[in-house]
């Protein structure tokens, strides 16, 4: 332990109280009292919990309470006592407060009430100090943390793939280009005087690269920033998002569906196991959220049920095939039907397809595999009825798809003839189809949203509340 280290609020939280003299640094969310003695609940990240100080009126001097405001920051001194209160096991009784940081109580926006997410959103650079996005970002650090623990108990090998690059690994187009040209407009625009000499953007996956480290390393994954220029303004869509891809030599598409599982599993319990106060908490605000919905819109299962029910659940495993004959049977409810209809074998599942599946069919997660191979990406090997792709998607209740992966096609004339019918540039991709020429085995990896999971573990509805600083269409702020 370093010699100058602050203990934290948590760990004060957790002492067993014995007249210690403690010294704490924080921001102040309430102050109560009057002059004789007031009440600071003081929080410094650490805990979704606060820690309450008593103020005396003639231990610290009436203008240091004064200018004592919620938002602004302290540091203070005193012992440590156990609590006569029913709320807490101790508190505090400060010697000395020194005011580190004044807050104006007639500018600060984050007074001691409850504030929409969309006003929060538009303080970015505060939101942190409320009690929702405190425990949503330690619960996003958990997670992170949990991702990075799995991999490596496990033999994997994290690798850094290039965030600029020339290629667009799904072929969707929906890139944001980076470029040193000052005509990029032009039709005439010469890239062989850009930066890098040709056309390059963001990239939109790390699986490409990933591959070719994966048939050499045998096991590794990937931790990074992606983006799509996708001019999407839904609560389900980011242009810049974190993706953990993985990808495994020697694996076909069964094992790959069964790491995903397991690996989801493990990062579930990892937060049950580690961030229980925040959970509780989160449990109760979505509670009380529900409980003004509509009956039927209410969730059967409370925030921390639904993540030990899926943790504990044997994810259900169908076709692509299959899932689609339960949609055309299905009748999602006497009042409403589905907005978008099945009719026949190659339409896209829906997000309300998806959650229907989960949510009303199985309850509990669902892979559905061996997906049409025109709806699906050119790496993805082709199985025997030349019709479907050893592919898969892992859905998850009030989400939808969670997980997309897929056996890769190791064979080089059928990606060949892939690359050709999806009209992309072959010579782009000429060390991708090497890998394929010297020493090709069967493989196989998936692609996580992380934000996508911080919303199930955390219950939050919209994926700008789950990352610090959303990047959204005509949205750049902080």
Known sequence: MLDDQIISVKEILELEANNQKIEVKGWIRNKRGGKKTSFLSVNDGSTINTLQVIAEGQLINEATIKDITTGCCVQINGILKKSIGANQRSELFAKKIKILGLADANEYPLQPKKHSLEFLREKAHLRFRTNTFSAVFRIRHCISFAIHK??????????N?????????????????????????????????DFFG???????????????????????????????????????????????EPEVAFYDLKKNAALAEDFLKYCINYCLEHCKDDLLFLEQRLASEESSLKKELRSELSLIEKLVHVSKSSFENLTYTEAISILKNSKPNKKKKFKYLISEFGNELQSEHERYLVEKVFKKPVIITDYPKKIKAFYMRLNDDNKTVRAMD?????????????????????????ILDFNIDKEELWWFLETRKFGTCEHSGFGLGLE?????VTGMKNIRDVIPFPRTPKNVSF
């Not at 998850?396 to 892939?418: C, Y």
Request: aromatic share 12%; charged share 20%; net charge negative.
């Open 161 to 193: 793939t290039p965030i600029i690059t020339s290629a667009d690994a799904e072929g969707a187009g929906e890139l944001f280009q980076v470029t040193n040209l000052k005509n990029i407009n032009s039709s005439d625009a010469n890239y062989e005087n």
């Open 452 to 456: 996508r999971l911080v919303m199930f």
């Open 198 to 244: 040709k056309k390059t953007n963001l990239t939109v996956s790390g699986q490409l690269e990933a591959e070719l480290a994966a048939l050499g390393l045998g096991k590794v994954y990937t931790f990074g920033p992606t983006f799509r220029a996708e001019n999407s303004n839904t609560s389900r869509h980011l242009a810049e998002f974190w993706m953990i």
């Open 394 to 418: 892992i859905l998850f209740p009030g989400i939808g798809e969670i997980i997309g992966g897929s056996q890769r096609e190791e064979r080089l004339d059928v990606l060949n003839k892939n």
């Open 150 to 159: 799995y991999f490596n108990d496990r033999g994997f090998y994290y690798i």
